[in-house]
């Protein structure tokens, strides 16, 4: 995917005067650095002191411990799965090839790789995760729960192997600073982990050139971070890296004042991400998981550094994780709100290990869990190894004294009822910044499980670069639970992470306090037509209420329901019988569908998309997607009922 002319006027139209000076400013530099670059400033009696402390292996409970170790087992044979491809060859990997499509990434000055072109380099998110390193983070922490030297001698292949392929500014991995950031974070632990293995000091800090790369990562992240409209997920990953590289691997003239620089941006950029209800202002979870994971990881370097850090950050990620605490359903899955990559911030755990079980058992661990929050039985290895660097952080602040349901700032709304019945309302912003990057055209859109499974699913993302008609699709109004005008979308889209007009919406009832859970709200999407959705829950019967009305002159209508892809439907006429196994117990439900549209079942259709489950990025599988077309005169509403007692 190349980007057009067209494209960059309207990237450059939802930029401001100050943003576009300082990418003018980031441009000048790249061109005076294309020259060979300076050389890292000597360095003499480096130190690593940023250890574990004692015991704190002791804290990993064995079951995670033994996950952790057979994931190891699998990458010392070669063996790892990547956004859905699989791959045999990462016992010495070519770090520049995408084995999805056998391309490799042109050498040369980084800022010349033209990285979003599949054509010229491949799938760049295919070639850019395993250069994250969270399998060296992996193998690393499998040496320090069992002592065996094969895995830290991977460990220094793999560095050193990488280091060489990739020196300062040459090649695809010194083009974005949220890689850096994550790489920096990486290794930080690799040396933690490995500080028992006699050849750690060799491969680091008495090494000159991990010293180089370390300290050219600190420049680079120093000299460009994410500005402006960019400023999202991506500066919360480079100031943490920074952060973290330079509290532990202090060795440089530069490193307080890197230190003090990435503390204060990441402070504030925290909280300019951040509702003051604690969710992420991107409203995609995926990014609120990463940015809480990166948040936690630069506050146990902060502590274990001695480095006072500022009470706001502490208080935003205590919100962030009591946030995420209220948002979860029964078995501890988040909603599947906007685009999603399966990004990480930290791994030193094993397949299987549940991401938010672990985050909720971190947060409860630093800030203490309330009463209210969901149990968290699941067991990881990142949590004591984090907790044991962590000052506990018992704020004098207030909290939630129930089980927050609706999230003014943000816009959302969890409806529950018996039977664990969960459902998610949107009527937040369109998305984060002017560009909105992260965001889908799923305004009002309703996502509803019974005891975690997806019923009305949100389909998910499953791609960014390469294949843009399944990018228009993952992100299209028709991709959600929501209806459709004429055909478009309610949000105008200028590029794969650039929405041109945004849809505004505005909740008019969020009452979940009665005998039956309220919700409605509207947005102006469709020009000359505002669509309002009112949806009620009635706990006593297990029943859903959805009713759409359209205000404005007749157009066209299209009306969808994503079905999971656990979900078997049956559709006769307007109703719909639906089946599923949980647990193995047989489970339904009846959904009626508006008599005023006719109603289709569409299932794994490519042209156009239409019928798809992504799970996790880089995967898709079929799934029914019930379709109801037709007119609105302005007066008509739609009314859908999903019973749980069918």
């Known amino acids: 995917m190349t980007m057009s002319v067209g494209w960059y006027l309207r990237r450059l139209s939802r930029m401001g005067p100050q943003e576009i000076a300082g990418r003018v400013s980031d441009t000048v530099r790249r061109r005076r650095w294309r020259s060979a670059p300076p050389d890292c400033p000597s360095v003499t009696g480096a130190r690593f002191t940023a250890v574990l402390p004692a015991g704190a292996l002791s804290g990993v409970p064995a079951d995670a411990a033994k996950r952790l170790v057979a994931e190891a087992d699998r990458l010392m044979d070669g063996h790892a799965e990547f956004f859905g491809v699989v791959r045999d060859d990462m016992a010495d990997p070519d770090w520049w090839r995408d084995p999805k499509t056998g391309r490799r990434a042109p050498a040369g000055y980084a800022f010349d790789v033209p990285y979003r072109s599949e054509d010229a380099v491949g799938d760049i998110k295919q070639i850019w995760e395993p250069s994250r390193h969270h399998h060296l983070t992996q193998l690393a922490a499998a040496y320090a729960l069992t002592g065996n030297e094969r895995y830290a001698e991977r460990v220094a292949e793999h560095l050193r192997s990488w280091w060489e392929a990739n020196p300062p500014l040459r090649g695809v991995h010194w083009i974005s600073g949220i890689e850096l950031g994550i790489r920096l974070l990486s290794w930080v632990w690799v040396r933690r982990l490995l500080d028992g ?131 979860v359903d029964n078995r501890l899955r988040p909603p599947r709100q906007g685009d999603a990559d399966d990004g990480h911030g930290l791994i030193v755990d094993g397949a299987g290990t549940d991401r938010w079980a672990s985050l909720l058992a971190t947060g409860d661990a630093v800030f203490g869990r309330l009463d209210w929050w969901p149990e968290v039985t699941a067991t990881d290895v990142r949590t004591p190894l984090l907790a044991a660097l962590a000052e506990p952080s018992r704020l004098s602040v207030t909290r939630p004294a129930s089980r927050p349901a609706h999230f003014a700032d943000a816009g959302m709304t969890i409806l529950r009822g018996p039977e664990e019945i969960w459902c998610r309302c949107d009527g937040g912003p369109h998305g984060f910044l002017s560009i909105a990057a992260h965001a889908h055209a799923d305004a009002l859109s309703v996502e509803v499980r019974h005891d975690g499974v997806d019923v009305l699913a949100d389909p998910g993302t499953y791609c960014y670069h390469g294949q843009p008609e399944w990018r228009r699709y993952f992100r299209s109004t028709l991709g959600h639970n929501t209806l459709e005008l004429d055909g478009a979308d309610q949000s105008v889209s200028g590029g794969p992470f650039l929405w041109t007009r945004h849809a505004r919406t505005r909740v008019l009832t969020a009452d979940t306090s009665g005998e039956v859970a309220r919700w409605y709200a509207e947005h102006d999407g469709y020009q000359g037509s505002v669509h309002r959705r009112r949806v009620e829950l009635t706990p006593e019967s297990q029943e859903l209420r959805l009713v759409d009305e359209v205000s404005g002159p007749d157009r066209a209508v299209r009306l969808a329901f994503h079905l999971g892809p656990a979900i078997t439907a049956d559709l006769v006429g307007n109703r719909a019988r639906l089946s599923w196994t949980r647990d193995g117990e047989d489970r339904s439900a009846v959904l009626d569908l508006p008599e005023g549209l006719s109603w289709q079942a569409h299932r794994g259709e490519s042209e156009p998309p239409l019928g798809w489950y992504s799970e996790g990025f880089g995967r898709k599988e079929p799934a029914t997607t019930l379709i109801g077309t037709g007119t609105t005169d302005g007066t008509e509403a739609f009314t859908t009922v999903l019973g749980f007692r069918g």
């Open 197 to 327: 293995w006699p050849g750690a000091a060799e491969l680091f800090e008495g090494n000159p050139v991990a010293r180089n790369q370390i300290w050219h990562h600190q420049r680079w992240l120093a000299a460009f971070p994410s500005r402006g409209s960019s400023a999202n997920n991506h500066v919360i990953a480079e100031d943490a890296g920074q952060f973290a590289a330079a509290c532990a691997f202090d060795w440089f003239p530069e490193s307080a004042r890197w230190r003090a620089a990435a503390l204060r941006s990441l402070d504030r950029q925290l909280r300019a991400n951040t509702f003051g209800s604690g969710l992420n202002r991107e409203l995609a979870t995926e990014y609120h998981g990463l940015v809480l994971e990166l948040g936690l990881s630069a506050l146990a370097e902060a502590d274990a550094a001695g480095v006072p850090v500022p009470a706001t950050t502490r208080l935003v990620l205590l919100r962030m994780t009591d946030a995420l605490a209220a948002v």
